[in-house]
């Protein structure tokens, strides 16, 4: 682990995994339209969202995608981690209220890059509402080491 509780790549192999789960808030919809930008009424506007095939409000999809990012920065493989690419499938609406469980699992190691890739499923009462994978590089206490030689 490195000095932020992250694991180090040195610690990551095949099949770990990790979970975050984030109930998603009226607050959360507000705000994520202010900072993105994204002001879809589908999102932020009940009369006109009940006329869609949703049949009311749905939360952004890249609001619901981030509960992702807070299993890896926080679970796997933590403090540290740096995201360098994400793929999303958008499987089934998330509404105001509904709990986003991420699980995030280990599927490949570079242990000379320092990187990962990780299958990034986010699911509601247990139906998948999002699935991917993500590439991610970490820490590594080689490396670390190796600059403590050098200096």
């Given at each position: ?66 509960v ?48 990962a ?29 190796a ?5």
């Open positions: 682990m490195n000095d932020q509780y992250g694991h180090d790549i040195e610690d990551l192999h095949v099949g770990m995994s990790a979970s975050f789960a984030k109930t998603v808030t009226e607050a959360d919809i507000v705000l994520f339209a202010g900072v993105s930008g994204d002001n879809n009424a589908v999102h932020t506007n009940e009369e006109f969202a009940r006329t869609t095939p949703f049949g009311g409000r749905i939360a952004h999809g890249f609001l619901t995608a981030s992702i990012s807070g299993a890896v920065a926080n679970r796997l493989p933590g403090p540290g981690t740096i995201y360098l690419g994400q793929q999303l499938r958008f499987r089934a609406p998330v509404r105001p209220g509904d709990t986003v469980h991420a699980t995030v699992t280990v599927k490949s190691v570079d242990l000379a890059k320092a990187r890739v990780l299958d990034t499923v986010c699911r509601v009462d247990g139906k998948v509402v999002i699935d991917g994978e993500a590439t991610v590089m970490t820490t590594s206490i080689a490396k670390r080491q600059q403590q030689v050098a200096a």
